[in-house]
């Protein structure tokens, strides 16, 4: 990481997982060019979830190369570090123009990158553990009817598991004063 000054630790990375809606999954395809994709993804510890259909172009790839690399964002915001006075006299002042780069014209953002190999769930309790791990996060209000839609839909399921190799988490974050904080 170029940014070591940005960089967070694991459990602020585990954090920034579990709080997003999707994950970008990304992977070499057959022909040697990444390929990315936004899915629906869970975590229980070290292990990470989700689902596809039965086939397609991402159950290719997992066959033939199960490394992949998942991007997840966290929150993202742009700063309001100045008001417009303050701003007004920073234009005026050639050696503070330097600060609109750095504290105006930027965002502030979390961040985690999860590498690992992917593996298709064959077990079935534990393709159902993964759905309703799934499930709860993303309709937990619906769950009084999951064994009716497992029982439905997961033979037409592919579930995947990757248990995370490798997590590196990044922020950029400023406290009240408009300073950068760690």
């Known amino acids: 990481m170029r940014r070591k000054d940005r960089e967070m630790d694991r ?8 709080k997003t809606q999707y994950g ?32 397609g172009k991402k159950v290719d790839i ?15 915001l ?22 609109l780069i750095s504290k105006v014209f ?12 992917v593996k298709l769930i064959e077990d079935k309790e534990e393709q159902i553990k993964a759905m309703e791990i799934i499930c709860k996060k993303y309709t ?15 033979k037409r399921t592919n579930i995947y598991k990757v248990e995370i190799e490798n997590l590196t988490a990044k922020r950029k974050k400023y406290d009240e004063n408009g300073e950068e904080m760690k």
């Open 106 to 117: 930027t965002t502030q953002f979390e961040s985690a990158i999860a590498r690992g190999n």
């Open 140 to 154: 937990p209000t619906k769950m009084d009817y999951f064994n009716a839609a497992i029982e439905a839909g997961l």
């Open 24 to 55: 970008i999954v990304s992977m070499i395809d057959e022909d040697g060019f990444p390929y990315g994709l936004p899915l629906s993804i869970v975590r229980d510890k070290n292990t990470l979830y989700f689902h596809s259909a039965k086939e």
């Open 62 to 76: 997992f066959k033939d190369n199960p490394k992949v690399s998942i991007a997840f964002i966290g929150n993202v």
């Open 78 to 99: 742009v700063p309001e570090n100045y008001t417009k006075d303050e701003l007004d006299e920073i234009i005026k002042d050639e050696k503070k123009i330097g600060l």
């Open 11 to 18: 459990e602020f990375g585990l954090k920034v997982i579990d």
